[in-house]
Each structure stands twice: as C-alpha cells, then as structure tokens.
C-alpha cells in the first residue's frame, strides 16, 4: 500500500507564539487583566527568540487584546484586556481604504446597525447614558466648533447611542463601521460650501433623535435614523457614484476615440497604396 504523504505546515514563529496564547485565552487559562510572564521568563518557556515573541506580542496589540508596558514596576509587561473597538475600527478602515469594501456596502451596514442601536437605547437607556449623549450635542452647538472637531462629536455620538441599547456587540460594530468612513466624512464636512447651515441641519437631526429616544419612541428615532445617515451618507455614494460614471463615460469615449483615430489611419494608409488609375 503507497504511503500517502501530507503537506508539511510552515509557520513563522511569532504565529506559533500567537497559536500558543490563543490557545490558553479559548481554554479559560487566561483572561482579561490577566499578566504575561516578563519576556525573559516567557520566550525560553516557549522556546522562542525574545524578537520572535515581541512580534507576536506587537500583533496582539494591535488587534486589541494585549497591552505592553514598556519598563518595571507593577503595570509593566503585557496585560491581557478587551479593547476591540480601535482594533476593528482601524482594521476596517485600512480595508475601506483598499477597497475591500465599497462605500454603498458600508452605507447599507451602518443602516442596518443604527436603526436597531436607536430603537433598543429608546428602550434600554439609562439616564446617564442620555446626559452624556445630551453633553456631546451641547458642545456641537457652540459656534467655534469646526469640521474636525464636529466630526469627532458626530461619531462619539452615534457610538453613545449604540452603547446605551444594551448590546455590547452592536456597538462595537457600529463604532468601527462609522470609524472607516471618519475621514471621507470629514472631507465631505470640510468641503462644504456653506458650513454653519450645514452644521445646523446636522444638529438639528441629531437633537431629534436623541428626543426621540428619551421619549421611548424606537421605531420612530430608527426611521430618522436611517433618514440622517441616508441623507448625508448617502450623497457621499451619490458623488462617488457619479464620478465613477463619469471616469467610466471618459474611458470608453477615449476608446472610441482611439479607434476612430486608428480607423483614419487605416484608411489613409490604404489610400496611400492604392494604385493610381
């Protein structure tokens, strides 16, 4: 009988340190504010380079679930912690940014993810988490509140609102889904021809909607939800929408160009050879 041979699997070492750790976080063994033993101990302990465990220490840390502390003391070293909210949000962001996923799927998400953040909060809110709603929407009215810093209020807002519906997950999905799309909507904030009326309008949906929820209608704040995001989101898919026509438009008429100016210059070279009569 022929020995059947399997694929030997090649892994770089920081991945098997990674695979290691997974592995005790998915066994219970280690758990959020848990502390990894000092570099030193841990990499002969796996039997790793310190190099190789600082890399997948560093991966760690950026998918949000390890903090390093460089030096001595009680709070240095790694610490086990759940932070996904940066960690998805840059995450899709990047992939946003490649292309990954295209401006109408992110729309449609965010649609979907707010409408149910607005209606559970009209139901599940607590009074502090209106105040601290309440707080952001004061300081987006103060006159000299620009751009930049309206568009960090806007998102701190509706991730607010997502944290006060009671479901952890919705809102961290809601926050990295408005964090990938934070600096084209900064663009569109900061292109905007007349800015206070359009900081108006904005403010005035978002203090609707926060009455909205204090007064426990959740069908209605989710219906204006969608309007809001919808209204402005939206026309950012509209301009792009339009200028990938356009580009599209330019493209094929350069080709017909393009072959309208090789077709004269068939026919003129075929006139050229053309015996006389």
Request: glycine share 8%; aromatic share 4%.
């Amino acid at each position: 009988m022929p020995v059947e041979w399997q694929p030997v699997r090649q892994s770089r070492t920081h991945e098997l340190v990674l695979e290691s750790i997974e592995q005790r976080v998915l066994a219970g063994e280690l758990k959020a504010g848990d502390r990894l033993p000092p570099e030193r101990e841990l990499a002969p302990v796996l039997g790793v380079s310190r190099s190789a465990l600082r890399e997948a220490l560093r991966v760690l840390e950026t998918i949000g679930v390890l903090v390093a502390q460089a030096g001595r003391g009680p709070d240095a070293g790694a610490r086990i912690v759940r932070n996904p909210d940066d960690a998805l949000g840059r995450l899709l962001r990047l992939h946003f940014a490649l292309g990954s996923y295209s401006l109408e799927d992110v729309l449609e998400a965010r649609v979907v993810l707010e409408r149910s953040s607005f209606e559970a909060a009209a139901e599940h809110a607590s009074a502090e988490d209106l105040e601290q709603a309440e707080a952001l929407l004061v300081r987006m009215r103060e006159p000299d509140v620009g751009a930049y810093e309206f568009n960090d209020l806007d998102t701190r807002f509706h991730v607010q609102i997502a944290r006060s519906s009671g479901n952890q997950l919705t809102s961290t999905l809601t926050s990295a889904v408005r964090e990938s799309v934070r600096p084209l909507i900064l663009r569109a904030l900061e292109g905007a021809e007349d800015w206070p009326a359009t900081a108006a309008a904005l403010i005035a949906e978002h203090t609707e909607l926060l009455r909205l929820v204090r007064a426990g209608e959740g069908a209605k704040a989710a219906d204006l939800a969608e309007k809001h995001i919808r209204g402005f989101h939206g026309t950012l898919v509209d301009e792009k929408s339009g200028s990938d026509g356009k580009s599209e438009a330019g493209e094929k008429s350069g080709a017909v160009d393009g072959k309208s100016e090789a077709g004269k210059r068939t026919d003129e070279a075929g006139t050229a050879e053309k015996p006389a009569p």
